[in-house]
């Protein structure tokens, strides 16, 4: 029986020769050499006006909270299908969180019901790129801009995807990614805020030094540095960088294999679509796929259950997912109790199938004959 994993970090084979050099670089604090490569990558390849590596994509979302200004009585309308990071950075600067419901036919954020949300107390709108896949973003920025809103993309999982063109991330005020193992491109744990709006910028690196104007002080623009604003150690280890810099020079590679798998997963499972048994994941015609997760959606959360059972039975570590945040025994209580149907169907009846670069295609195929296997409810 074949022992197949839901996730296994990729290594490039560069990590430890960059981290090696960092650490006889004698810089292996925050903001060293190979912070400011990546940092550099991201805003060269993406068009980012400036980008912040930080210790996890929750770290950034903590840093966007800020820089938007949130204080207690503001509103954020956060997708309830998303990791409480979306909704615990905002909550803790004092947000009363407005959770919104999923689209039908995709995990994601649903633009078409945003506007009945939306009060006076709405600060901003923070939309996750479920699976790499993007969110309605035009309907997004039209709402942010006629209520003067600020729009946060989540973009954990969405390294190297596009919408309309635009690289995921580059069209919000602010955004954040991850770099958890589980991610495309991986740094064991790490995470990035981008920011396109440069009245934030000064401020950004302000909050991400500790509340210091620390990065001027050391690109020689003053000459000492002290406590000017709020802020934490936002910033991560040289070493994490340096990690992190193999992965990103082998991107497009990682890219290539994982579309490749998804792919080999769509045409392998279309058939069970077909028939009405399970339905796969829908790519709006103005958005990419990068390949960071292949799920699918069964009829009843009974059934998924028992799917994921059957692929554990036979070696396969296939995983739901998040589960809504609306109904979490932390904020229950405080949700204005609306009905969110889609985001309770993804959370009962989605399950992620396993997604990593050295995945072989054969390992593939077996798990495609595996599920063809299940005994679906008639």
């Known amino acids: 029986m074949e022992k197949i994993p839901f996730n296994k970090p990729y290594l490039t084979g560069k990590e430890a020769h960059y981290i090696y050099q960092a650490v006889y670089s004698g ?26 590596l930080t210790t996890s994509c929750t770290d950034a979302l903590e840093m966007s909270a800020i820089l938007v200004g949130i204080e207690p ?10 990791f409480v990071s979306t909704a615990l950075a905002f909550y803790r600067q004092g947000a009363t969180i407005i959770f919104a419901d999923s689209r039908k036919d995709n995990p994601n ?55 309309k063109g635009k690289p995921l991330g580059t069209i919000g005020h602010f955004s954040t990614f991850s770099f958890h193992e589980t991610k495309n491109v991986n740094a064991g744990e790490g995470g ?8 934030f910028i000064e401020r950004a690196e302000v909050i991400w030094e500790k509340g210091t104007n620390r990065a001027e002080f050391f690109r020689g623009e003053i000459n000492k540095y002290g406590w000017v604003d709020i802020g934490s150690s936002f910033l991560p ?21 994982r579309v490749e798998i ?8 279309k058939n069970l679509e077909n028939k009405g048994l399970v339905t796969l994941p829908w790519l709006p015609p103005e958005a990419t796929n990068n390949g960071h997760m292949f799920y699918m959606v ?24 998040y589960l809504s945040l609306h109904k979490s025994a932390f904020y229950a209580d405080k949700h204005d109790g609306r ?20 995945l072989s295609l054969d390992q593939c195929q077996y798990i495609i004959n595996s599920i063809h296997d299940f005994q679906f409810d008639k």
């Open 192 to 199: 990035l805020l981008g920011i396109n709006d440069e009245r």
């Open 73 to 82: 009585g503001d509103e954020v309308i956060v997708p309830s299908f998303t």
């Open 339 to 358: 009905t969110l149907e889609n985001s309770d169907r993804y959370t009962d009846c989605l399950l992620r199938l396993p997604m990593y670069y050295e």
């Open 27 to 52: 810089k292996i604090s925050g903001n060293g050499q190979y912070t400011q490569i990546c940092q550099k990558f991201f805003e060269e390849k993406y068009g980012f006006k400036k980008t912040l």
């Open 262 to 269: 998804w792919n080999r997963y769509y045409m392998g499972l």
């Open 109 to 163: 954020i649903d633009a078409d019901r945003l506007e009945e949300l939306i009060t006076p107390a709405t600060k901003a709108i923070v939309p996750i790129h479920y699976a790499g896949i993007a969110c309605d973003m035009d309907k997004i920025m039209e709402l942010a801009r006629r209520y003067n809103l600020f729009v946060v993309e989540d973009a954990a999982q969405g390294i190297e995807s596009f919408y």
């Open 298 to 321: 069964c009829r009843t959360g009974d059934e998924r259950d028992k799917l994921i059972a059957h692929l554990k039975n036979l070696g396969i570590n296939a995983v739901f997912h």
């Open 237 to 257: 280890s040289d070493i994490i960088a340096a990690y992190l810099y193999a992965q990103l020079e082998n991107l497009l590679e990682i890219q290539r294999k």
